[in-house]
Structure formats: C-alpha cells, structure tokens
C-alpha cells in the first residue's frame, strides 16, 4: 500500500485533464474535473479514474454524438431501430462474421513486385488464406485493409484494389550487403544466408496493400504470415 501510494503522490496528479479546442487551430486547454482541481491521493485515486473516463467516454465527444444520433433519427425511423438487439444492430451495419469469399478476393486481386496468380508461392499462399478458421481470416483482411469485414458488393468495391507486393527477405546489414556486392560482380547469385532474421509480412491499409516476402518455404510463410496477423498491430 506504502509503494501504491507514493507512486500515485509521485504522479503529481490532479483532478484535471486536457482536450482539444474546437476551433480549427487544435489548441489544448486544461479541463477541471472537480471545483478547484485538487491532488490525487490514494484515497481518491479511483474517482479519479472515474472521473477522467466519464469525460472522454461522454462528455468530450457529446456535442458530435448528439450531431450523429440527431442526423441518425433524421434518416432511420427509432421505432424501427428498438426491435433489434446490439449485436443484430451490429450485424446489419457490419455484416455477419463469415469466412472470407476468396474466389472474389483473388478475381479482383493485383500483384507487383514479381508476383503473378500462377506461381506456387502465390498458390501456397492463398492455400494458406484458404486454411485458415474464419477469426484468422478476418483478422488477415482487418491486417491489410483495416477492416474485418467483407465489402458489401463485393471485393471489386475496394479502391485501391487488394494487392501483394513482392518486398525483400531481409534487410541487409553491412556484411550482407558486401556479399551481395561480391556475388554480383563474380557474376554468382546473391547470398542465401543473412546476418539480420527475415522480415516479416507488412501492410499499408490505406492502400489495401499487403508487403510479403518470399520466404524459403511455405511452412515459413505461414509462420510467419500468422505471426503477423495475429499481433494485431
């Protein structure tokens, strides 16, 4: 109790938070939680913590929530929106948790970098996707689109188009790089073995754009893709 309390006094904490101004020039500006702002003490620790999210779950954003549920009503009928439950809500705007429709996601799917649809990396890839249980798939096109769900008309309505891009194996140190430069100019391929881990698969979700290396073996990649989706970063 001793360490809890002189960590919370060591915080320097008061009763006060910060937000955004919101006008157009963002400023910070300090909000009182209580009359008068007064320290945070371990007796009082966790109405603070009460107090802190109370503001930035409700009252911060209540101005533009009620700009939303006003243009809401406007448009939807509320009588019509109380027979269904929150997750049948959650279901109509955000469709059903179902395994990926692969045949239209590789229809529509763009490849650069050296990839083409008839390598057996590409293959083994999409056999992998293929494989997956649904929560891995979705967490895959919430990994390069950001979102887990499908499009609603299909994956042509994504803008850009999914794509996999073909990147570099490794990034290479300066003992790789000489190695590199050897083999080049003897006229042998480039070095099979690197001083730095493989990378692993990357994305840019603004542009639906899945970065992935072309790994030694398919049990590789699927290691490594899995690792990757599932960190949820």
Known sequence: QDDAENIINNLELTFTTTTSSSNNNNSIHTVELLDGAPPVTKDN?????????NYKLNLESKKQLNAFVSGFREIIDMHSIRMFSAFEMQMLIGGEKRAL???????????????????????AFWK???EMNVDDQLDFLKFVTSCSRQPLLGFGQLNPPFCIQKIPTHDLDTIDETNRRINSSLGLPPPTTYQNPPKLPTAATCMNLLKL????SVDMLKEKLLYAIRSQS
């Open 128 to 130: 992998i996707i293929e």
């Open 101 to 123: 429709d692969l045949n239209d996601m590789k229809s529509h799917c763009k490849y650069a970098s050296g990839y083409h649809p008839s390598q057996p990396y590409i293959q």
């Open 213 to 216: 290396p072309e790994y030694l």
């Open 45 to 53: 620790v966790f109405t603070y913590v009460q107090k802190v999210s």
